[in-house]
């Protein structure tokens, strides 16, 4: 019987098995990232907490605007009724030339007042203003009546004659405007004037050169405007008509009638 080699017996089974054990034992000690390496433990996840949030820093309010500027209060509207004491006013004849006869009717019911009261609205005054620094510019002659308004006509005439004479009446300026109240008086029942307060005929307030009486008569009061235009000429100035109430005091009103001749 053959005998094996010494080879053989030398690596027999178990000398093979002890070789495999230690060549995978010498593998294992190799290059990094080969298996066996140590590989470093993976970090802990954030840890969630539930229902709560990581707090916040707030932002600063944004800065508060100026408030806005409130609208001026409005302003009460002018007053129609004019100055302090002025019940009512309006204009009965706007800026216009009356080269024709021109009516302003109110009704009278006489007598307006029992005796011894004029029965029909009686002139108590004429007063008179400039306003040169209105636009347009004027002078005005006032008229005051108690007891209520006459009805008037105005118009520019060549000149202005008295009642019942029928004389010119003497006016300075070149121009004329005839004046007539009707269903009026400026005298009592004793003949005596009503009027109280008037100023010098000579005015030479702008254009309006002077005023005159031209008569006094049946119900009829008749005044003249001598207006100044310009030397040689034929302008004829426009005219404004307006009326006013104020109060006379002790309940009493009084009526104004007011012409108005515009700068020229």
């Known amino acids: 019987m053959r005998m094996p080699s010494r080879s053989a017996r030398l690596f027999g089974p178990p000398a093979m098995l002890a070789l495999a054990l230690a060549l995978a034992l010498a593998a294992g000690c190799g290059q990094p990232g080969r298996a066996g390496e140590a590989r470093p433990a993976p970090s802990a996840p954030a840890p969630v907490v539930v229902g709560t949030e990581a707090p916040t820093v707030p932002a600063p309010p944004p800065a508060a605007s100026p408030p806005a500027a409130s609208p001026p209060a409005a302003r009460p509207p002018a007053a129609t009724t004019g100055p302090a004491g002025v019940l009512t006013y309006r204009v009965t004849y706007g800026w216009a030339v009356p080269s024709h006869p021109v009516r302003v009717p109110h009704t009278v019911h006489p007598p307006i007042a029992p005796p011894p009261a004029p029965p029909l609205p009686y002139l108590t005054g004429i007063s008179v203003g400039d306003h040169a620094g209105e636009h347009p510019g004027y002078a005005r002659i006032s008229f005051t009546f108690a007891g209520a308004f006459p009805e008037y006509t105005l118009q520019y005439v060549p000149e202005v004659r008295t009642e019942g004479r029928g004389d ?20 009592d029942e004793a003949g005596h004037s009503t009027v109280t307060g008037a100023p010098a005929t000579r005015l030479d307030i702008g254009n309006l050169a002077g005023y005159g009486a031209a008569g006094d008569f049946e119900g009829r009061v008749t005044y003249g405007l001598g207006i100044r235009v310009a030397a040689g000429g034929d302008q004829a100035l426009p005219i404004r008509v307006s009326e006013l109430t104020r109060s006379a005091g002790a309940g009493k009103t009084a009526y104004v009638v007011a012409f108005d001749v515009q700068a020229g």
Not at 168 to 184: D, H, M, T, V
Request: aromatic share 10%; hydrophobic share 45%.
């Open 168 to 187: 010119p009446l003497p006016l300075p300026g070149n121009g004329f405007l005839r004046i007539q109240f009707i269903q009026a008086q400026a005298h």
